[in-house]
């Protein structure tokens, strides 16, 4: 079986992020790193490749230059190789623009499962996984809690609006995981080590078959009118309790009329 | 003036909330028409009626129960083709979202997700999203075809503005079922007898300081008698004390409520994506560097389990 896992290289989100005047992330600012919700579904497709000494586990990004950072760390983690699709007229891409490019690169390498996190922890659409399976044709099993793939098809768990589901898709899907899914494994120094020397392969948009207005800036379907920074909350009185803390509180929040 | 479709959440036509603050908003862009699938167009057209809905498309198919999320998209696609609205609203949960996208790449529109506010403005409507854990506001327009938008619960009050809506029945082309994901059980889960948690005017909630699954019986006792919902930080949820479904912040669930009170939260960033938009925010923490303390209109710095039933009491004693 051929599992592409889909992973992006985001600002880090315990960071103090911000928007670019353009308001698109800034990527410039703080430190990116893989996203932290796209390590669970590394770790699924590593469990699914050790049941199963036929799978093969690629990763795919895409993102500029150092976007490639996010796939070592992936590779450390374990699996066989990566994709990097790095352009510049990707930049400013939607998630219909992305969503795209992936689709591109996924049906050029072949697959059986594409797996994604819920989110990026930048954009956090949750919507990538979706487009994915609509553009690819395939069925979104998706934001699943609990996974099982077995004679292929995928079963799992859903939390979804107001309902909890269990759910059915037969391969070829989509298939997208919650921070629930499992706890994702750290590389080891062997697994960084080994991680140098798996092959990832760089494409651009002609090697997709697209062009440059299909996607960025110029492809995208919404634009920003402004993005600011909100107020910071004021702080209020902090008292420490002696006795009267509840008191008090119960004071303030019937000022509020709350009480 | 052009429809605004709005996706109905139901069940078995009882309408949610959200439901009705989609209906408010979307006075603002047109005149609202109610997509209900499933069945219960009877139970929900006075409640639809009442909140604005000028038009009902009714679809009944099993599908919309047998699969996953596709059944909405063929639906709500095809009657967007048929009455070309301004605006097409939905409610921002998983369902919710991966529906709007799918919509939005089959009408060849633009989306937007997660909206805290849908105004009307020259290009169509114009959305405030709050973005990067709730630090920025973003205001944003789709620039393609008819605007698909998902809103989160709370983005406004719901306002009556009675109607006489014309029910229709729509009449549904559903892909292939190999196409679909089948649904082999559904959950739905139970309300109790608090306010849900995304719907809620007041949030208590319990975190690492809890200390145990037993202990959330506070927790309890203080949403009990401010009449509000019971929320849990992720740790508290990974160590098995709460729910999922009740877990705030980024990947849980994320609320805006009157009134939030944190107990025993120290407020990572991860919790505070899901809280920090909420109008005052009260905190009891131990540690007095927590970083909640950073967010709060009021903070105590004390034991929970001696604030907290204190706190149960003084408000019964007030409003008694």
Redesign the interface.
């Known amino acids: 079986m051929k599992i592409v896992v889909c992973v992006k290289h985001v600002p880090d989100?315990?960071a103090?992020?911000?928007?670019t005047q353009g308001?698109t992330t800034d990527r410039a600012s703080v430190d990116s790193l893989l996203s932290e919700?796209d390590e669970y579904a590394v770790e699924q497709a590593l469990r699914i490749a050790e049941s199963d000494a036929d799978t093969e586990v690629s990763y795919l990004t895409v993102g500029p230059d150092d976007a490639r950072d996010a796939l070592r760390k992936a590779l450390a983690m374990g699996g066989d190789s990566a994709i990097h699709v790095n352009d510049e007229d990707i930049e400013g891409s939607?998630?219909?623009g992305t969503s795209l490019v992936l689709a591109r690169a996924i049906e050029r390498h072949g697959f059986d499962l594409v797996l994604c996190g819920?989110?990026s922890?930048?954009g956090?659409?949750?919507?990538v996984?979706?487009?994915l399976?609509?553009?690819l044709?395939v069925?979104?099993?998706?934001?699943l809690?609990e996974v099982a793939v077995e004679d292929g098809t995928v079963?799992g768990r859903?939390?979804?609006?107001?309902?909890?589901?269990?759910?059915?898709?037969?391969l070829p899907?989509v298939v997208s995981v919650?921070?629930?899914s499992g706890d994702a494994r750290y590389p080891s120094f062997k697994g960084i080590m080994a991680a140098k020397k798996k092959p990832l392969e760089t494409l651009d948009l002609a090697d997709l078959g697209l062009e440059a207005a299909q996607v960025g800036r110029a492809g995208?379907?919404?634009?920003?009118?402004?993005?600011?920074?909100?107020p910071p909350?004021?702080?209020?009185?902090?008292?420490?309790?002696e006795g009267a803390?509840?008191?008090?509180?119960?004071a303030?929040?019937?000022t509020?009329k709350?009480? | 003036m052009a429809e605004v479709l709005v996706l109905v959440d139901h069940t078995d036509g009882v309408v949610r909330k959200p439901t009705l603050e989609l209906l408010t908003l979307a006075r603002r862009l047109g005149e609202p028409s109610a997509v209900l699938l499933g069945p219960g167009a009877d139970t929900a057209t006075e409640t639809l009626g009442r909140f604005s809905a000028r038009k009902i498309y009714v679809v009944d198919a099993p599908e919309v129960d047998e699969y996953l999320v596709t059944p909405v998209v063929d639906a709500l696609t095809q009657i967007a083709e048929r009455t070309d609205p301004a605006a097409i609203l939905l409610p921002s949960g998983p369902d919710g979202k991966e529906a709007a996208a799918r919509i939005a790449l089959r009408l060849d529109s633009g989306l937007i997700t997660d909206a805290v506010d849908v105004t009307a403005g020259p290009q169509g409507p114009v959305t405030e999203q709050s973005a990067f854990a709730a630090t920025h506001q973003v205001t944003a327009h789709v620039t393609r075809g008819v605007p698909v938008i998902t809103v989160k619960p709370n983005a406004t009050a719901p306002e009556p503005a009675p109607a006489e809506p014309v029910v229709e029945k729509q009449d549904i082309v559903f892909g292939p079922a190999s196409a679909g994901v089948r649904v082999l059980s559904r959950t739905r889960r139970e309300r109790g007898d608090r306010p849900e948690l995304t719907e809620a005017d007041i949030v208590v909630s319990g975190g690492r300081g809890v200390n145990g699954a037993e202990n959330f019986a506070l927790v309890e006792r203080v949403a009990d008698a401010l009449g509000g919902a019971v929320g849990a930080s992720r740790a508290a949820v990974d160590a098995g004390w709460y729910p999922h479904s009740h877990q705030v912040g980024q990947t849980g669930t994320q609320v805006s409520p009157q009134l939030y009170l944190a107990a025993g939260i120290s407020g990572a960033i991860q919790h505070r994506a899901g809280m920090q938009t909420s109008r005052t925010i009260v905190a009891v923490n131990k540690d007095p560097d927590a970083p909640i303390f950073e967010l709060a209109d009021h903070g105590v710095v004390g034991d929970l389990f001696e604030v907290l039933p204190a706190l149960v009491d003084e408000i019964e004693r007030r409003r008694s």
Not at chain 1, 139 to 143: C, E, F, L, Q, S
Not at chain 1, 220 to 230: N, P, Y
Not at chain 1, 245 to 250: D, P, R, T, V
């Open positions: 989100a315990t103090d992020r911000t928007f308001g919700l939607d998630a219909f819920m989110a922890t930048d956090t659409m949750g919507v996984p979706a487009l399976a609509e553009r044709g069925r979104a099993v998706t934001h809690e079963t859903r939390e979804g609006d107001g309902a909890t589901v269990r759910i059915q898709g037969d899907a919650t921070d629930r995208a379907r919404s634009a920003v009118d402004s993005a600011t920074r909100r909350r004021t702080k209020g009185e902090i008292v420490v309790d803390g509840a008191a008090g509180l119960a303030f929040l019937t509020q709350f009480i």
